[in-house]
């Protein structure tokens, strides 16, 4: 049911305040806009604070929600769904601050949120946006992953692909979902943070991809997820992403499915001959993996 | 043009469902209140049945939890005086359910945790278990002495009773069902719910248990049928003063009781405050724990006209334990004499034939014991194989052990032989073809299935339980523990297709219970007096 529709942004930064910036314009240009945007600022330390704020005083829609510290882009995304659940949203439009929603991106997606129920009876647990490129190619980092059966209901006017996992770049994510499942792991700080939580909302029914709505992604370049482009200063990001996805796993699948991830990470490294030295601390952030348990924290 | 998504207007299905069910509730309240001043408070609910409803008689504040993420708003119906009573209303409008929500009534069936693994060892242990605490239960139950009539005194005819008051509405009924979903003692009330209509009266239905209500739609599409969603919108404890609020108002004459505990609840009120109402309950199945429906109709029997029953063995039960008189119990037996009541069933099974199909029909509850009509057809098909008879069978019904039935039919190699049909099967069609029946419940009445399978030439077998001893001879009835259960049902089918004179034998007994039976009045034929009788109109004669 859409009768109510109270929508909060939820933009997570960290010491990039001019893209932020292109993101709050985006806001602005909205055909629907978000009834609160809530900026999460990671404690950046360059003049975010003082643009937003600078900002909030003209939109009273921005709230400048800022952190005592950088928790990562999870701690985030947690901090700032619990602040938009707390104040009453009914959907929860999460986005980087990098990505720029095309002027209709937000209400495509209530709509084909609210149009999928009320044409199949089934709720979606989310909705996200095609995630373009700054060339207008697909972003390699956001594609959703679809369900076996992920053309059930596409249709040439609304081609809604079943999918049951999306990046936090343009998701729309309803009210109910958030009360049956929770917020996202803080502790996993990055990466595989929005993977995990969409899988998990996706028990209660897959989510949708919305190709109509498209956000522009401003990545530095358009590359995908993959252990055989691990260098050292990427290094980190990517012992997140192996600890959090063998927790997940172990977690929901068990060893034999730790064993396969594990598999594929060496199968990637080894084909891209990653360095012996940087393969070894990501098996290790896999073992840590075995025995990180996060707990999931309930609304 | 921009606008902020608070602000977007909600879409028009959205607004018809929400508009409708506010009109329902508003119209529940607006006749138990008819004079208050109401103060409605509406909220967008997570459940799919039920409102959640919270009633307060006299002046409420609201709380900052009254006006949540959920609210929806505010609706104020003036009491007819400035000086009127308030009575503040909250309730959550049930959302829609989704088809999952639609197809399954309840959670899948699963072994208790502790016993997982004997029933992944051997399914009819576990059912032997289970069995065993049944009866354990029944022999406390029997043994507990709350099997009385409360009494009920008329008072001194020194003070005169209230007496009807002039309507000018035509008579009503008012049918108190437990839900609106498959079921015998439902299939009733429907039954009820036409007999009422042709007999000339308005009919209301209430439904007592919160659910989807998926067969509301089989009511009789008519403007003199009303379904009121009391289940969704009312909290039992004010059940007695709506349904007084209601008859005067409705005029309605008659109330009768299909398994409905808040009506029960709402008879010393209609005793007291409206006793020209005339009170009748059917009751189907006396269960092993309490003794269920039956026992709660005996108790309040005092306050019951007519108790309707569909078996002798009920008939029996209230005479003899709860010592009422024979004339108040009315025996209407679930049978329709359009449906071939009256005539002579010709039973199909031959001797030593080469084929044999078996059908199971029913929910897939424990009550009807679906593990042990798995494994029975499991035995057959050994025995089958063993005399060279093809085998197949076929199991119509939906419910919590759907996936712990395929699960089996595929560990025990049944696939191919045991087709599944869902419960909205044409069931005379299935029966034509079927030459045996299986109805290995834990409990009955008297089932209506075999009924209808005798109608169709089928023989059906059953557990020697409840009264279905009334419908089908000695032989055909098996023990009810599982193990023996499955074992002599083997035995019946393997001496009927051996033995010529004892399938003969149980062809002419089935026809001779079935005489016997068709001799006694139906259900329709019971009660349509009473209901031409609360109309003012003359039953018709065929």
Known sequence: MSALNQTAAVIVTFNRSAKLMKVLDALAQQTMRPDVILVVDNASTDDTATLVEARARQDGTIRHLRLPKNVGGAGGFHAGMKAAYQMGAHYLWVSDDDAYPQPDAIEKLHDALVGFESSTGWRPSFACSRVEWIDGSLCEMNCPRPVWDWARFVRPQTAWALVDSCSFVSAMIPRWAVREHGLPIADYFIWFDDAEYTRRIARSYPGIFVPESVVIHDTPDNRGVNFGLIDEKSLWKFKYGARNETSFRRREAGLISVLAYTYGVRQQMKSAEVPSSLRRQIYGAIMKGLKFRPVIERV | ?542
């Open chain 2, 1 to 542: 043009m921009s606008f902020l998504a608070s602000t977007k207007p909600v879409d028009s299905a959205t607004a018809a469902y929400l508009t409708d069910q506010i009109d329902q509730a508003r119209a529940i309240y607006e006749t138990l209140f008819p004079t208050q001043h109401l103060r409605f408070t509406f909220s967008a609910g997570h459940d799919p049945v039920w409102s959640h409803p919270a009633v307060y008689e006299g002046p409420h504040v609201p709380r900052p939890s009254d006006l949540g993420p959920d609210y929806l708003g505010s609706v104020e119906r003036p009491g007819t005086s400035p000086s009127a009573p308030e009575v503040t209303v909250q309730l959550s409008i049930p959302r829609q359910p989704n088809p999952a929500e639609l197809k399954h009534t309840e959670a899948p069936w699963h072994p208790m945790r502790k016993l997982s693994r004997l029933f992944r060892a051997s399914p009819l242990i576990y059912e032997h278990v289970r069995y065993r605490a049944e009866m354990m239960r029944k022999r406390q139950a029997d043994q507990r002495d709350d099997k009385n009539a409360m009494p009920l005194n008329p008072g001194s005819p020194l003070i005169s009773s209230a007496s009807a008051p002039d309507s000018d509405r035509r008579p009503a009924i008012l049918v108190g069902m437990h839900w609106l979903e498959v079921g015998g003692a439902e299939k009733l009330g429907f039954d009820t719910v036409r007999w009422a209509l042709q007999a000339g009266l308005r009919v209301f239905v209430v439904a007592s248990v919160p659910s989807l209500q998926r067969l509301a739609d089989r009511l009789p599409d008519h403007p003199d049928v009303t379904f009121i969603r009391l289940d969704r919108y009312l909290p039992h404890h004010l059940w007695p003063r709506y349904v007084e609020k209601l008859a005067l108002a409705e005029n309605i004459r008659l109330v009768h009781i299909h398994h409905c505990v808040p009506l029960y609840e709402s008879l010393p009120l209609l005793r007291v405050r409206l006793p020209w109402i005339g009170t009748i309950d059917s009751t189907h199945i006396i269960e092993y724990a309490n003794g269920g429906y039956p026992r709660t109709s005996g108790v309040w029997s005092s306050y019951l006209d007519v108790q309707h029953v569909i078996s002798q063995e009920l008939v029996n039960y209230f005479c003899g334990t709860f010592r009422i008189s024979a004339d108040k119990v009315l025996l209407g037996r679930m049978l329709d004499r359009d449906t071939g009541a009256d005539a002579t069933p010709d039973l199909r099974l031959k001797l030593g034939q080469k084929t044999l199909h078996v059908t199971f029909i029913g929910r897939l509850h424990y009550q009807k014991r679906p593990v042990v009509v798995v494994e029975t057809l499991r035995a057959l098909q050994a025995w089958a194989t063993k005399n060279d008879v093809a085998f197949s069978a076929t199991m119509v019904g939906d419910g919590a052990f759907e996936a712990a039935v395929t699960r089996l039919l595929r560990r025990y190699g049944l696939g191919s032989a045991v087709t599944r049909l869902p419960g909205n099967t044409d069931v005379p069609a299935l029966l034509q073809r079927s030459d045996l029946l299986l109805l290995p419940s834990n409990n009955e009445g008297l089932a209506l299935v075999c009924y209808e399978a005798i109608t169709h030439g089928c023989i059906p077998i059953s557990t020697r339980v409840g009264a279905q001893s009334e419908l089908l001879p000695d032989d055909l009835l098996v023990p009810l523990a599982p193990h023996a259960s499955v074992k002599a049902t083997v035995a019946v089918v393997d001496r009927m297709w051996r033995d010529g004179g004892f399938l003969e034998r149980q062809k002419t007994l089935l026809a001779r219970a079935w005489a016997r039976l068709a001799a006694d009045p139906t259900a329709e034929e019971a009660l349509m007096p009473i209901y031409c009788k609360a109309a003012g109109t003359t039953p018709k004669k065929d």
